[in-house]
């Protein structure tokens, strides 16, 4: 269903690619896009079977089957940029990391699926609610790149685009893999009764505690990341990442709750959750171009927008799965505490959110220290809170509870009484 699914979606996709090319004022798009597109099509061919490995928490098998191709493609992807000199390096190593993933699929999993629309009858309920869901989603990631494209030209929508992909890396390489697993224990939960919903607030919480201090960090060392990673001429980027990695601090909420939903069958209030969520970016996006089209002002734009879904996720959070707002308080005030002492320390002393000019290396271990000074002091200031409240059940015990699943925390855990 999927590879039958991807087949109709890029064919029409194909046949506005030449629209797109027109649309951004850029020719190569046409040829790129069709790559892309093929490289779509080509991953529904995945063995679906690995689904396996989700329901059967053998997040080890997922970690290889994630972390190896992405390896391939980047072993690739650069000796070829370095040989080329093109974005064409790029392209060709999408294609060899999803031909990769294909086969690590096949051998990962014994299971041979075969072209047929078996069961298509039992899956369709469900599934149309998920599709309309990513339809959704596709406007809510894209409206913005596809209206400001026009008006800011390739350079200019460059920058707002790795911007924005710097900005949100706590999301991309925390919070997302880690709504992967909480799909499985939510799903697990539902069999053990409605007692366990509660979970998910606190499980919200403990990510928000996580993520915190590392948006503290990416935004105040923006300037030592772009010198860094990208070199002065695209210092233009770091106001953007600056502002846009707030992002990431409403961003457990919304990806805990829609994994509940899902996990929980509860697919058409996720998709109207989605919806309110892509419309509130879409009329932002308008807004900003018609009174202020700048990518500063699109930066606050997509900032304010992500924090107002952020609300109303939280909302649902409290309405649909059990959780009490007086459990997550403590934690809650604990993290906002936290995070203004830091960031009223990084203004005051003018450490944070300097326009660097330094040679990248130096740039990477200066901004690395102050990254790392971050993220102790918010820990410190976290443990004191905490220990002073008289060590209370919240996000820092989760933490605690996970982090003595590993060596030397199992020491500290059991020094601070916890079994």
């Known amino acids: 269903l999927e590879t039958f699914g ?24 046409v040829v790129v896009l069709l790559v892309l597109a093929g ?5 529904g061919f995945e063995n679906v079977g690995i689904v396996e490995f989700r329901r059967a928490m053998r997040f080890d098998k997922q970690f290889l089957l994630l972390s190896v191709p992405r390896l391939v493609q980047v072993l690739v992807t650069i000796p070829l940029a370095f040989l080329l000199q093109s974005y064409w390096a790029l392209l060709l190593g999408i294609a060899l990391g999803k031909l990769v993933r294909i086969v690590a699929t096949y051998v990962a999993h014994p299971y041979r ?3 047929r629309l078996a069961g298509w009858r039992e899956l369709a309920g469900f599934s149309f609610w998920t599709w309309a869901t990513s339809t959704v989603n596709v406007v809510w990631e894209r409206c913005d790149a596809v209206l400001l494209g026009p008006l800011l030209g390739p350079a200019g929508l460059g920058t707002y685009l790795l911007a924005g992909e710097l900005a949100i890396l ?6 997302s893999p880690a709504a992967d697993a909480l799909f499985t224990g939510f799903s697990a939960a539902q069999k053990q009764g ?10 919200a919480v403990g990510l928000l505690l ?3 201090p590392l948006v503290i960090g990416i935004s105040a060392t923006s300037g030592y990341m772009i010198a860094a ?12 990442v600056a502002i846009m990695a707030w992002q990431c601090v409403f961003a457990p909420f919304s990806y805990v709750c829609t994994t509940f939903l899902v996990a929980h069958g509860m697919v058409r209030l996720n998709f109207a959750c989605n919806v309110s969520s892509a419309t509130m970016r879409l009329g932002a996006t308008v807004l900003v171009i018609a009174v202020f089209p700048t990518l500063h002002d699109m930066a606050i734009a997509m900032t304010s927008v992500v924090a107002a879904e952020g609300v109303v996720y939280f909302a649902v959070l409290l309405s649909v799965c059990g959780t009490k707002f007086p459990a997550m308080q403590g934690g809650l005030l604990r993290i906002a505490l936290a995070g203004a002492v830091v960031v009223a320390a990084l203004i005051g002393t003018g450490w944070g ?8 290396f130096a740039a990477l271990i200066e901004g690395m220290g102050l990254g790392m000074a971050v993220i102790g002091s918010f820990g410190v200031v976290i443990g004191l809170q905490w220990w002073m409240a008289g060590s209370p059940p919240g996000p820092e015990t989760l933490m605690l509870g996970l982090a003595g699943q590993f060596g030397v925390f199992r020491i500290l855990r059991r020094k601070l009484g916890f079994t």
């Open 6 to 29: 991807r087949c109709y979606l890029e064919t029409f996709r194909r046949c506005l690619t030449p629209v797109a090319a027109w649309w951004f004022g850029e020719p190569r798009l």
């Open 39 to 43: 490289v779509t099509v080509l991953g």
């Open 113 to 115: 699926p075969g072209l």
């Open 170 to 175: 706590p999301v991309t390489e925390l919070i």
């Open 194 to 203: 409605p007692a366990n919903a509660d979970r998910a607030g606190g499980v």
């Open 210 to 212: 996580l993520v915190v």
């Open 229 to 240: 990673l990208l070199g002065p001429k695209w210092q233009q980027a770091q106001p953007l």
């Open 353 to 360: 959110w300097q326009s660097v000019d330094m040679p990248p």
